[in-house]
C-alpha cells in the first residue's frame, strides 16, 4: 500500500508539472522541477513558499485558503514564506493580476496530494486502509479504531526531506522521484464548490495580526542583530547638470557630520551621476540631502526651460477636442502621466562582498532584478541571493529594478572603499515622485458616423521617455462592445520615462471608449445602460466553441450584462440623484474579470464630490470575499485619484513634489462603496486591477448628465475645484 501511495503521488507530481497555463509556473518535467519545492515542512506549520509578491493584495491569505481547502486542513495550519529569487521556482513575476488565476488549479491539485500522501503515510504506520481514514481539523484519524495521527506528523513520515528549511538546494527525497503510475480516480477528485468550507468564506488575513500590532516588516523596517546597517540617500544628476566637487561633499559631509559623501559616476534610470550620502542616522542625511538639492533646484531655475517635448507638441496640434452633428460624432482625449505613488517608497538593502551579494528588497520581478544587478556589477546571477519582502504597495513601480541596483552599485563602492556593512538606500517621497517609471500620456481620437454605424476609428498616441525608442503600430484591442474598433496606436517621446501603472493600459483606454459609448447613447437619445446593453459584444461561432473547451478564460457577455442588471438595481437607476446631483455608468472587461458601476456626484458651486459608488463584480469564485470587496474598493480610490488630481508638475519642481503638490485622495474624499460580487462557479480571475479603470469614465458621465459637458482631458479637478480647461461643450440635451 505504501509502495502504490508513493508511486501514483510520483505521477502527480509529474502531472503537475505541466498544469500551469505557461508550463513553467511550478516548473517542468523536463527541467526536473517539483511543486514540493514550494512546501516546507515544521512542528507546527505546513509552511509554503509564496513565488508571488505580496504586494499588499493578501495573495498570502488567498494562497493559504485554496492549499488549506484541498488539504481538509484548518487555516492556520498554513504559514506563508515569501520566496527568494530563484530559477527552480519558474516565472515569479507578479503583473496583470494573474497570480491566483494562474496558480488556482496547481495549488488545488498540490492541497489534494498532500493531503492523500498524510493518509495513506497514516494508514501505512496502522496497516490499515486509507479510505478508513478521515482528516479532522489538525489529525488524521482512523474512523473504526479512533485511533489519530497528527497530520504534520504523518507528512513529515511521508516526506521527511521537506523538514529541511534548505531543501531547494538539494535533490528531492527519492519517495518523490518515482517513476510516474496512474493515480486512483478517487485521489484524482479535487473539492467541488458546493463542499468548500473555507473557500468562498470571509476569513480573517492571516497577516492582519502582525500587520495591527506592528510587528509586520517591510524592508524599511529590517534590522540586522550581528550587523549595524547604514542608510544611503541619493541625489540624482544628468550629465549637463552640475556634479559637486570632493571637495565640496567633504565640507558637506563636516558640516552634517556624515561617514561618507560621494559621487558614483553610473548611467541608471536616465541619470549619469548620483551622489551619495551614508549615515547611521536619517536626520543628518535629510538635511544635507535638502542643502544639495536646493543648490541644485536654483541651477535648474535658471538654465532649464520647460520644452516641449514631440509628444506635447503633437497633442497641441489637434484643435478639435469635440464634434458634434446629425452625422458625426468625434471625441478627443487626454490622459497626463500618472505617478504610482506606493505606500513604501523604494528602498532595499545591500550587502556587498568580495564577488558576492546579498539584497533584501520588495519587488514584483525577483529573478529580473537579480538578473540585472549581476549584469551592472559584473557577477554571475548565483553570486546573488535576493530575498524578497512585502511591499507597502506597488501598482508597478515595483517592477523596475533601478533602485535596487542604485542600493547594490552603492554597497559595492563601500566595499572598494574597505567598509563591508549593509547599506539600505531610501528614497523620500520626494525621489520616488521625481525619478518615476509614469503612466504614460496619451492623447486619443475617437469618431463615429452614421454612414457605418457599426466602425469606430481610435487613434491612440502614448508618450515614451527619452530611453525608448519610439515605435509606429496598427492593430486592434479586445472590446468589449460590438463595434469594430479600430485602432492606430502610434509612440512619442515625451519627457519622462513611461512604464506600466495599476491596469496598465485599461486605465486610459477604458476613459475614451466608456466615455465615448456614454456620449453615443445621447446622440441616439437612449438610456445609457440600455444603450450600452444592446451593445454589448456577442460570441461568433468559433468563439462559443473556445468557451466550451476552456469556459474560465474566455469572455462571456452574460456575465458582463449580469453585472449591468446588478448594480442598475443596486444603484436605483436612474431616479436615485437629487438636486445638484446625477449618476453615471461605466462597464468593462479585463483580466479576465467583468465589472459595472454607477457612480453618483453632487456638484456645489465649482465643488464635485463623489457621493456613492456601487460596483457589481464577476471574477470567477471568490476565494477570500472579503479580500476581494477591499481590492476593488481600492482600485476605485485609486482611479479615483489619478482621474480627480493625478498631474505631474514641470521638470524643474521635481525635485521638491510630495503629496501636498501632488494630491491623492483623501478619506474626506472617499464616497460610501457597495461591492457586490457575482455568485460564480468559473475559475477566479484578476480582481487586484480591475477596480481601477471604468472610475475616470463613470464620473465623466455622471457629470455628462449633470451638466451636458464632458470631461475630455484628466485631471477632473484642479485647486480643489472643477478643472474647466478640461471640458467640452457637447451641444446636446441630455436624456
Not at 554597497?411 to 549593509?422: L, R, T, V, Y
Not at 471574477?619 to 470575499?625: D, F, L, N, R
Not at 474626506?668 to 475559475?683: G, L, M, R
Request: aromatic share 10%; proline share 5%; charged share 20%.
Amino acid at each position: 500500500m505504501k509502495a502504490t501511495g508513493i508511486a501514483s503521488s510520483s505521477a502527480y507530481i509529474y502531472a503537475l508539472s505541466g498544469c500551469s497555463p505557461t508550463n513553467q509556473e511550478i516548473g517542468s518535467r523536463e527541467g526536473g522541477h517539483s511543486p514540493w519545492l514550494f512546501i516546507e515542512l515544521s512542528d507546527h506549520h505546513v509552511q509554503f513558499i509564496l513565488p508571488r509578491s505580496e504586494m499588499g493584495q493578501d495573495i498570502a491569505t488567498s494562497f493559504a485558503i485554496i492549499l488549506a481547502e484541498e488539504m481538509a486542513a484548518p487555516l492556520k495550519l498554513i504559514s506563508i514564506k515569501y520566496a527568494d529569487a530563484d530559477s527552480k521556482l519558474g516565472n515569479q513575476m507578479t503583473v496583470a493580476s494573474t497570480s491566483i488565476r494562474t496558480w488556482w488549479q496547481p495549488l488545488r491539485q498540490l492541497g489534494n496530494q498532500i493531503k492523500y500522501l498524510a493518509i495513506n503515510a497514516a494508514a501505512t504506520k496502522w496497516s490499515v486502509l486509507g479510505t478508513e481514514c478521515q482528516i479532522t481539523e489538525e489529525r488524521i484519524v482512523h474512523v473504526p479504531t479512533d485511533r489519530s495521527e497528527s497530520y504534520l506528523n504523518a507528512l513529515q513520515s511521508a516526506m521527511p526531506s521537506l523538514s529541511s528549511p534548505d531543501h531547494l538546494s538539494k535533490p528531492i527525497s527519492p519517495a518523490l522521484s518515482g517513476a510516474p503510475t496512474t493515480r486512483t480516480t478517487e485521489n484524482d477528485a479535487l473539492t467541488e464548490p458546493s463542499a468548500f468550507k473555507l473557500i468562498g468564506k470571509n476569513t480573517t488575513s492571516i497577516l492582519a495580526r502582525d500587520k495591527t500590532t506592528g510587528s509586520f516588516n517591510f524592508v524599511g523596517d529590517y534590522s540586522f542583530a550581528d550587523e549595524q546597517i547604514h542608510t544611503a540617500m541619493t541625489v540624482v544628476y544628468q550629465a549637463f547638470w552640475p556634479v559637486p566637487t570632493q571637495r565640496q561633499l567633504d565640507l558637506l559631509k563636516e558640516q552634517f557630520s556624515l561617514t561618507h559623501a560621494f559621487v558614483l559616476d553610473h548611467i541608471l534610470a536616465g541619470y549619469q551621476f548620483r551622489v551619495v550620502l551614508v549615515n547611521d542616522k536619517t536626520w543628518p542625511l535629510l538635511k544635507a540631502k535638502e542643502n544639495l538639492e536646493l543648490t541644485l533646484k536654483e541651477w535648474l531655475n535658471k538654465n532649464i526651460r520647460n520644452k516641449p517635448s514631440l509628444f506635447e507638441t503633437t497633442v497641441s496640434e489637434q484643435n478639435t477636442p469635440a464634434v458634434v452633428n446629425k452625422d458625426k460624432l468625434s471625441l478627443s482625449f487626454y490622459t497626463p502621466y500618472i505617478a504610482h505613488a506606493p505606500m513604501e517608497t523604494e528602498t532595499a538593502i545591500v550587502e556587498y562582498q568580495s564577488q558576492r551579494c546579498e539584497i533584501w528588497a520588495p519587488t514584483q520581478a525577483p529573478q529580473r532584478s537579480r538578473k540585472s544587478v549581476a549584469d551592472k556589477l559584473g557577477l554571475k546571477e548565483n553570486d546573488i541571493t535576493l530575498h524578497t519582502s512585502p511591499m507597502g504597495g506597488s501598482f508597478g513601480r515595483k517592477r523596475y529594478d533601478d533602485f535596487i541596483i542604485e542600493a547594490a552599485l552603492i554597497s559595492q563602492a563601500m566595499f572598494e572603499k574597505g567598509h563591508s556593512i549593509p547599506i539600505k538606500l531610501l528614497w523620500t517621497r520626494e525621489d520616488d515622485l521625481g525619478r518615476e517609471h509614469y503612466r504614460p500620456a496619451t492623447f486619443q481620437s475617437l469618431s463615429w458616423s452614421s454612414k457605418d454605424e457599426t466602425i469606430i476609428e481610435h487613434h491612440l498616441i502614448e508618450s515614451h521617455g527619452p530611453d525608448l525608442t519610439p515605435k509606429n503600430s496598427e492593430g486592434d484591442f479586445f472590446s468589449h462592445l460590438d463595434w469594430e474598433i479600430k485602432t492606430q496606436k502610434s509612440s512619442l517621446p515625451g519627457k519622462h520615462i513611461s512604464g506600466i501603472w495599476r491596469s496598465v493600459h485599461h486605465g486610459y483606454l477604458a476613459f475614451s471608449i466608456c466615455s465615448f459609448t456614454d456620449e453615443l447613447s445621447y446622440f441616439h437619445s437612449q438610456d445609457p445602460i440600455d444603450y450600452s446593453r444592446q451593445h454589448i459584444k456577442s460570441l461568433d461561432i468559433r468563439q462559443l466553441l473556445k468557451v466550451k473547451l476552456d469556459p474560465s478564460t474566455r469572455y462571456q457577455p452574460e456575465r458582463l450584462l449580469k453585472t449591468m442588471t446588478t448594480v442598475e438595481q443596486l444603484s436605483g437607476w436612474p431616479s436615485n440623484a437629487q438636486t445638484n446631483s446625477a449618476l453615471g455608468f461605466a462597464s468593462y472587461y479585463c483580466f479576465e474579470s467583468y465589472i459595472s458601476i454607477v457612480i453618483k456626484i453632487s456638484l456645489d458651486k465649482e465643488q464635485l464630490k463623489v457621493e456613492h459608488i456601487w460596483a457589481s463584480v464577476d471574477c470567477g469564485i471568490a476565494i477570500h470575499p472579503d479580500g476581494l470587496k477591499a481590492q476593488i474598493e481600492g482600485g476605485l480610490l485609486f482611479g479615483l485619484s489619478a482621474c480627480l488630481y493625478g498631474q505631474m508638475p514641470e521638470d524643474s519642481e521635481l525635485l521638491n513634489v510630495n503629496f501636498d503638490r501632488y494630491q491623492v485622495v483623501r478619506m474626506s474624499d472617499t464616497p460610501e462603496i457597495e461591492v457586490h460580487i457575482q455568485q460564480s462557479n468559473f475559475d477566479p480571475s484578476g480582481a487586484g486591477e480591475l477596480g481601477v479603470p471604468a472610475i475616470a469614465p463613470a464620473i465623466a458621465n455622471a457629470y455628462r448628465k449633470l451638466t451636458g459637458k464632458r470631461f475630455l482631458r484628466m485631471p477632473f479637478m484642479k485647486n480643489n475645484k472643477v478643472n474647466h480647461t478640461s471640458l467640452a461643450k457637447t451641444y446636446m440635451t441630455s436624456v
